[in-house]
């Protein structure tokens, strides 16, 4: 028997390919939920409290990686209509002085956004872009920093979860987390608190403005 002759592809054939799967190789891929333990379960079953995080792992270690989660008493579709309103947090969110969407496309399933964020903090002005994928079928979003723009600030990472609730139901669950280094002289501390503040003006914001929404 002769072996069978191995075949290769044309250029052109493989580029093909590659274009075929591009869009899934840079598909997002949402996490699952995370673990809670038996008392943070019990607090968001019983009270309006929202479990923060504040310490998850991150490398390089200056960076500060926190997780806020909230029960909301609103589907997730509504959730995610108010998550994605920008301009609402102007209201809610002290530091926030100016939100400016810059770009937005649908591609395929995915909304791709960039805004520009003008915050002020400790008497600093502090300015950064950051560049969205929102994928509905995973109720799912991410973002970093958009590079190609002028930033304040070093690295950004965050995204937001929306989950049926575990315990209400008809309700849901949104978690958000995110990962930040400013580059600023503060203590890491400082910076943590910082953080944390933030998540949970934007969680408590959107719980609001989601639950006044689904009351009409």
């Given at each position: 028997?002769?072996p069978?002759?191995?075949s290769?592809?044309?250029?052109?054939?493989?580029?093909?390919?590659?274009?075929?799967?591009?869009?899934?190789?840079?598909?997002?891929s949402?996490?699952?939920?995370?673990?809670?333990?038996a008392?943070e379960?019990?607090?968001?079953?019983t009270?309006?409290?929202?479990?923060?995080?504040?310490?998850?792992?991150s490398?390089p270690?200056?960076?500060?990686?926190?997780?806020?989660?909230?029960?909301?008493?609103a589907?997730?579709e509504v959730v995610?209509?108010q998550?994605?309103?920008?301009?609402?947090?102007?209201?809610?969110?002290?530091?926030?002085?100016k939100?400016?969407?810059?770009?937005?496309?649908?591609?395929?399933?995915?909304?791709?956004?960039?805004?520009?964020?003008e915050?002020?903090i400790?008497?600093?002005?502090?300015?950064f872009?950051?560049?969205?994928?929102?994928?509905?079928?995973q109720?799912?979003?991410?973002?970093?920093?958009?590079?190609?723009?002028?930033?304040?600030?070093?690295?950004?990472?965050?995204?937001?979860?929306?989950?049926?609730s575990?315990?209400?139901?008809?309700?849901?669950?949104?978690?958000?987390?995110?990962?930040?280094?400013?580059?600023?002289?503060?203590?890491?501390?400082?910076?943590?608190?910082?953080?944390?503040?933030?998540?949970?003006?934007?969680?408590?914001?959107?719980r609001?403005?989601?639950?006044?929404?689904?009351?009409?």
């Amino acid at each position: 028997m002769h072996p069978t002759p191995l075949s290769f592809a044309s250029p052109r054939t493989a580029l093909a390919a590659l274009l075929a799967v591009a869009p899934l190789l840079l598909a997002l891929s949402a996490p699952s939920a995370p673990e809670l333990t038996a008392d943070e379960e019990a607090k968001l079953a019983t009270s309006r409290t929202i479990i923060v995080h504040p310490k998850l792992p991150s490398d390089p270690p200056e960076h500060v990686r926190a997780r806020a989660i909230a029960e909301v008493d609103a589907a997730p579709e509504v959730v995610w209509e108010q998550l994605l309103n920008f301009q609402a947090r102007v209201a809610e969110n002290g530091p926030l002085k100016k939100v400016t969407i810059y770009e937005e496309s649908w591609d395929g399933p995915l909304l791709r956004r960039k805004a520009r964020w003008e915050i002020r903090i400790l008497g600093r002005e502090i300015n950064f872009h950051c560049k969205y994928q929102h994928d509905p079928t995973q109720s799912y979003l991410e973002w970093t920093l958009d590079e190609e723009r002028e930033n304040d600030i070093l690295y950004s990472w965050g995204s937001y979860q929306v989950f049926d609730s575990k315990v209400h139901p008809g309700k849901s669950r949104l978690v958000y987390t995110s990962e930040s280094f400013t580059g600023a002289r503060l203590p890491h501390w400082l910076n943590r608190r910082i953080a944390i503040r933030g998540l949970t003006e934007v969680i408590g914001g959107v719980r609001k403005r989601s639950e006044a929404a689904a009351a009409k």
